[in-house]
């Protein structure tokens, strides 16, 4: 281990220190209740301290209180996630004021500003397609290595290794490897995969 990752490490476990107590008022919450109010109420609060400290508090809180996240992620400032059942894989990295629902971002995904990734495209909408006050939360998944253009909004999965260009509306699944842009998006080309790295 660096001497880098092992500071990292630290500043972690004090942040995870710090976030013990909200981590454990929301796991009470969804034991007693099942509701998401401890959960957003900290989750607010938190994604508007600026700075490092806040990316480290915001990570140490979700790592504790997401349905699975790892603690090397960056969490831009004023990002929310809306509900606990997120993945967030290691290396994520979102910019600022993104939006996440019922959402998995594999690892290295990388989110520009103002992306927005709801829990699908059918939340108010029953069976039969009309409108009801019983929320459908979908699953939404973005494949590792993918990066999401400014202003994005992703209602359908998203493949590994693509590109989503700033302004995009991702209605239908996304295949890997590929540069996506418009609304509704559509695939414009193919993008070459990551070249294999050779080790001695």
Not at 77 to 97: E, I, K, N
Request: aromatic share 6%; with cysteine.
């Amino acid at each position: 281990m660096s001497v880098r990752q092992a500071i990292k490490g630290t500043v972690f476990g004090l942040a995870a220190g710090l976030m013990a107590l909200p981590a454990l008022l929301c796991y009470l919450e969804k034991r007693l209740y099942g509701g998401d109010l401890v959960f957003l109420l900290f989750g607010q609060s938190l994604a508007v301290v600026p700075g490092y400290p806040g990316v480290q508090l915001r990570a140490a809180f979700h790592a504790l209180t997401l349905e699975q996240c790892a603690w090397q992620v960056h969490i831009g400032f004023g990002t929310l996630f809306m509900h606990r059942g997120a993945r967030v894989a290691q290396r994520v990295s979102t910019g600022a004021y993104c939006v996440l629902g019922h959402v998995t971002l594999g690892e290295g995904v990388r989110l520009a500003s103002r992306v927005s990734i709801p829990s699908g495209k059918r939340q108010h909408l029953d069976a039969q397609g009309r409108i009801t006050d019983t929320n459908q939360f979908d699953r939404v998944t973005v494949g590792a290595g993918t990066w999401v253009g400014e202003g994005a909004i992703l209602l359908a999965d998203v493949g590994g290794g693509a590109l989503v260009s700033a302004g995009a509306v991702v209605v239908n699944a996304l295949p890997d490897h590929c540069l996506a842009g418009g609304n509704p998006a559509r695939v414009l080309r193919d993008m070459p995969a990551p070249a294999a790295q050779v080790t001695a």
